[in-house]
């Protein structure tokens, strides 16, 4: 799984991808314009792997993870150079735009004045007409295929969704706000809109704004601005990137003093996930406490094909108990079998969040 940070130049992009990442990528307050997408892995907390890992003291415990990607920003009105972007991010999962809310002389901000409304007004803006430019050459070409005769290259299904994107996108609306079906969106997957990607606004604030009236007031204009499959937060980048260059210990002791109970980053990395609608199953044993991520609604065979190949052809049944059941009988797979809370589901079982799997199989 792959989030794109995307927004104007200067919102502190890179400052939150260092934070994530604990990469130190360079961030300067000149434009980056042009240079490779740079990648980094993320660890999604988990209080769940945490308890696991107490329990049954593993050798080594393993997070899920999601791939965050950084590159240059949107230029409001440069199409050439948004398409360049897009080249670099069109594969990601889901976007996570970097806003900026924090006023210094000392960092340009290149629409003039920092505007946070603007700018995600702006850069939505931008995603929609890089996504309109795309349904009308693809439109285009569809059209001088039928002009040909050539059928093979037409698809009808496909046609209908273009014209339907396109009437959204003349209307200014993000793909995202628009209902389609699973037979629509695999017509038009190959044009990979950013539009239609679930997104994550973050408002990168000013220390002394974090909780201050006018951040919520800001989260509150975004949540009604965004509408489908997004979410809002906020947080202050440059905190986030000094923190995480911090032990654990260190880290805990400097947001007590804050008053801050979880980092702002923690809260970003769970609600991706949950944008992205992933769900995790946990292995548990001495070896290895470890969470793998599957896509909600996955059935107990595909899921053990995460682990192995072998797993889902032989598949038996998975052996199942939810982490809660699991915590309530003190951490016990013997008091959760004799509560019968311990589950034995089918190849055809859809996988919850937190269950805790063994996998019985032939191979
Ligand atoms: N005062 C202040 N400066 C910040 C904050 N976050 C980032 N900056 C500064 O803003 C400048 C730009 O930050 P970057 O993280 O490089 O921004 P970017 O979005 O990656 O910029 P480009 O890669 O050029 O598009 C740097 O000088 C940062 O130190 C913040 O919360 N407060
Ligand atoms: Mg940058």
Same mark, same amino acid.
């Given at each position: 799984?792959?989030?794109? &940070?995307?927004?104007?130049?200067?919102?502190? +992009?890179?400052?939150?991808?260092? #934070?994530?990442?604990?990469?130190?990528?360079?961030?300067?307050?000149?434009?980056?314009?042009?240079?490779?997408? =740079?990648?980094?892995?993320?660890?999604?907390?988990?209080?769940?792997?945490?308890?696991?890992?107490?329990?049954?003291?593993?050798?080594?415990?393993?997070?899920?993870?999601?791939?965050?990607?950084?590159?240059?920003?949107?230029?409001?009105?440069? %199409?050439?150079?948004?398409? +360049?972007?897009?080249?670099?991010?069109?594969?990601? !999962?889901?976007?996570?735009?970097?806003?900026?809310?924090?006023?210094?002389?000392?960092?340009?901000?290149?629409?003039?004045? %920092?505007?946070?409304? =603007?700018?995600?007004?702006?850069?939505?803006?931008?995603?929609?007409? *890089? !996504?309109?430019?795309?349904?009308?050459?693809?439109?285009?070409?569809?059209?001088?295929?039928?002009?040909?005769?050539?059928?093979?290259?037409?698809?009808?299904?496909?046609?209908?969704?273009?014209?339907?994107?396109?009437?959204?996108?003349?209307?200014?609306?993000? @793909?995202?706000?628009?209902?389609?079906?699973?037979?629509?969106?695999? #017509?038009?997957?190959?044009?990979?809109?950013?539009?239609?990607?679930?997104?994550?606004?973050?408002?990168?604030?000013?220390?002394?704004? @974090?909780?201050? +009236?006018?951040?919520?007031?800001?989260?509150?204009?975004? =949540?009604?601005?965004?509408?489908?499959? #997004?979410?809002?937060?906020?947080?202050?980048? +440059?905190?986030?990137?000094?923190?995480?260059?911090?032990?654990?210990?260190?880290?805990?002791?400097?947001?007590?003093?804050?008053?801050?109970?979880?980092?702002?980053?923690?809260? @970003?990395?769970?609600?991706?996930?949950?944008?992205?609608?992933?769900?995790?199953?946990? %292995?548990?044993?001495?070896?290895?406490?470890?969470?793998?991520?599957?896509?909600? *609604?996955?059935?107990?065979?595909?899921?053990?094909?995460?682990?192995?190949?072998? &797993?889902?052809?032989?598949?038996?049944?998975?052996? %199942?108990?939810?982490?809660?059941?699991?915590?309530?009988? $003190?951490?016990?797979?013997?008091?959760?079998?004799?509560? $019968?809370?311990? =589950?034995?589901?089918?190849?055809?079982?859809?996988?919850? !969040?937190?269950? &805790?799997?063994?996998?019985?199989?032939?191979?």
């Amino acid at each position: 799984m792959k989030i794109a &940070i995307i927004g104007f130049s200067n919102s502190g +992009k890179t400052t939150i991808f260092n #934070a994530l990442t604990g990469l130190g990528l360079p961030t300067s307050s000149y434009p980056s314009t042009s240079g490779e997408a =740079r990648q980094g892995v993320v660890n999604v907390p988990d209080e769940r792997i945490d308890k696991l890992s107490l329990i049954f003291k593993p050798a080594k415990t393993t997070f899920a993870a999601v791939d965050y990607v950084d590159y240059i920003g949107f230029t409001k009105g440069d %199409t050439k150079q948004n398409a +360049k972007v897009h080249a670099h991010i069109k594969d990601a !999962d889901a976007l996570l735009q970097v806003v900026r809310a924090f006023e210094d002389p000392a960092v340009p901000h290149p629409l003039g004045e %920092t505007d946070p409304m =603007r700018d995600l007004r702006s850069l939505e803006a931008e995603l929609v007409i *890089g !996504d309109l430019v795309l349904v009308e050459k693809r439109l285009e070409s569809i059209e001088e295929s039928i002009k040909k005769g050539r059928k093979e290259k037409v698809s009808e299904a496909e046609k209908a969704v273009l014209v339907k994107c396109r009437e959204a996108l003349e209307a200014e609306k993000p @793909l995202r706000e628009i209902q389609f079906s699973p037979e629509e969106l695999k #017509a038009v997957r190959h044009l990979e809109f950013l539009s239609i990607k679930p997104q994550v606004v973050v408002f990168n604030v000013a220390e002394e704004m @974090l909780s201050d +009236k006018k951040t919520d007031e800001l989260l509150a204009a975004a =949540r009604e601005l965004l509408k489908g499959n #997004a979410a809002a937060l906020s947080m202050s980048g +440059k905190i986030e990137m000094e923190l995480a260059q911090l032990s654990p210990e260190e880290q805990q002791a400097f947001l007590s003093d804050l008053g801050i109970e979880e980092p702002a980053l923690r809260r @970003l990395i769970k609600v991706s996930y949950g944008l992205l609608k992933l769900i995790s199953f946990f %292995t548990a044993g001495e070896d290895e406490v470890k969470a793998w991520t599957i896509k909600e *609604g996955t059935t107990a065979s595909k899921a053990a094909g995460k682990i192995h190949s072998d &797993i889902e052809k032989g598949f038996i049944r998975a052996e %199942t108990v939810s982490y809660d059941d699991f915590i309530k009988c $003190g951490g016990s797979m013997a008091e959760a079998r004799k509560l $019968g809370l311990f =589950r034995l589901e089918g190849r055809d079982y859809p996988v919850k !969040d937190g269950d &805790i799997i063994n996998f019985r199989f032939n191979v």
